[in-house]
T-cell receptor, first 111, second 117 residues
């Protein structure tokens, strides 16, 4: 079955630390890849997306993700996190029209 | 506000009652999706519409669930004879998608939190 795995369920960092959240998917065909973020009390927002082209994708708020086809991965990175990055992060793929989400990673950033 | 809106934001009901949720998509979007999210999980797909046509339904969507999008604009999701296991956040998303293409981006609403007592 098609699935998305986010192995980091809960990440705790200090401000200015670097961040990398893992995302792996299981689907052999062409997929589009997404990272969504949910800040406390807010709805899901698109952070970045990959459809084709340059596998290094830049998103909002200094986030980027790299698509590595051979590893079926789409890891999210940020060189220096801020307290305001505290949120839940969801990786998603759409092998068909619907989105398949991972279980999410809760990020807590302490000042 | 031109985003996706959902009403009500919260609904508390007793087991066995029927509930209906409404979603108003972004105005020019032709696709509308329903997802369900439970604690500690990512959203799970329930169903989606392209204009007024319901194109796909998840196996998660039992016979007690029905969704409509009568004029290709807003959509309603009805749950009949609610059960405690239906307690979840129900999310709506919309996008503009071309036939045969999967390059649309889904924008989510704030969700309706359902609690079944």
């Amino acid at each position: 079955a098609q699935s998305v795995s986010q192995h980091n369920h809960h990440v705790i960092l200090s401000e200015a630390a670097s961040l990398e959240l893992g995302c792996n998917y299981s689907y052999g065909g062409t997929v589009n890849l997404f990272w969504y973020v949910q800040y406390p009390g807010q709805h899901l927002q698109l952070l970045l997306k990959y459809f084709s082209g340059d596998p290094l994708v830049k998103g909002i708020k200094g986030f980027e993700a790299e698509f590595i086809k051979s590893k079926f991965s789409f890891n999210l990175r940020k060189p220096s996190v801020q307290w305001s990055d505290t949120a839940e992060y969801f990786c998603a793929v759409n092998p068909t029209d619907k989105l398949i989400f991972g279980t999410g990673t809760r990020l807590q950033v302490f000042p | 506000d031109t985003g996706v809106s959902q009403n009500p934001r919260h609904k508390i009901t007793k087991r066995g009652q029927n509930v209906t949720f409404r979603c108003d998509p972004i105005s020019e979007h032709n696709r509308l999706y329903w997802y369900r999210q439970t604690l500690g999980q990512g959203p799970e797909f329930l169903t989606y519409f392209q204009n007024e046509a319901q194109l796909e339904k998840s196996r998660l969507l039992s016979d007690r669930f029905s969704a409509e999008r009568p004029k290709g604009s807003f959509s309603t999701l009805e749950i009949q004879r609610t059960e405690q296991g239906d307690s979840a956040m129900y999310l709506c998303a919309s996008s503009f998608g071309l036939a045969g293409a999967r390059t649309d981006t889904q924008y989510f609403g704030p969700g309706t939190r359902l609690t079944v007592l």
